[in-house]
């Protein structure tokens, strides 16, 4: 019997998982356009091979991803970044806000949130040079030091500071959940972004974050539209009881306990458009970056 066309593309997928094929560049993607993911980035930090900006942009290509997304602050060369980019034709879909752990939005000292701010606002700036859409910042931390309901309060004012330059540049701000103790249910992260009234801010939707104590599938049909982008991890909720729940995201992408079919549908029924998933796993040489695209490959088309 002939196989549908999505079915054999996952078959497919899952067969050359684990094996890389000889001379197979890794170029040419598994993803389908009609699917809500089926554009692959990962993060810059994950390609550990390559002596140069260009050389890791065209190891990435190689392993079939079409992005690549940068930290904001970095110590990379704007001009080589766009030369990489204009060469290999790989996009740059978003950068990520990485001053927001350790001077957050909800710190008690003023100094503090306007560093987190000014960052943000400089992320902006560097993304739109990159011809990117979204900037990822995490919006508060709760901790013995700071409140909710402060880590709520103090956040809001300082992002609304940021908005202006959101909109001068036309990128948004997204918001992701990560474990920062802080928007723990999508209702409150509707309601968070809601707040703003302002199509420039958004979410970022990190579905491995999520499977410890939820369900992905149930926060993307509850978040709907405001979902910017899509960052992809796994997650074994075995791992977490047996070992702890950092050990729970030492599994391959594919291998966890995310009900990645689930999310598709959940994705497709919310209208999810920028079709890109952002892998954030541990990276390594060329073998394993094909590993992990072959694996998001497999995701993408469940």
Known sequence: MKQPRRTFIR?????????????????????LPNQPLHLKSLKYGMIQAGNTVLEKFQLAKEAGFQGIEL????????????????KTGLQIPGVINSVHWKQPLSDPDPA????????????LKMCKKYG???????????????????AWDRSIPEIKKILPTAHETGVKIAIENVWNNF???PLEAARYIDAFDDNMIGWY????????????????????????????????????VDEGIWKGFEVEIGDDDCNWAAVNKALTAAGYAAGWGSAEVKGGDLNRLKDISHRMDDIFAR
């Open 11 to 31: 078959h497919s997928a899952i067969l050359t998982g684990g094996v890389l094929i000889p001379g197979w560049s890794g170029a040419k993607s598994f993803g």
């Open 71 to 86: 930290d904001w602050p970095n110590d990379l060369s704007t001009d080589e970044v766009l030369a990489a980019k204009a």
């Open 205 to 240: 939707m990190d579905v491995g974050n999520l499977v410890r104590y939820a369900w992905p599938d149930q926060w993307i049909s509850i978040l709907g539209k405001r979902i910017l982008k899509v960052d992809i991890k796994g997650y074994s909720r075995k791992k977490q």
């Open 112 to 123: 503090v949130r306007q560093a987190c701010v000014d960052a943000t606002i400089e992320g």
């Open 183 to 185: 928007l723990l249910s």
């Open 132 to 150: 990117g859409t979204t900037v990822l910042v995490v919006p508060a931390v709760v901790n013995d030091q700071v409140r909710y309901d402060q």
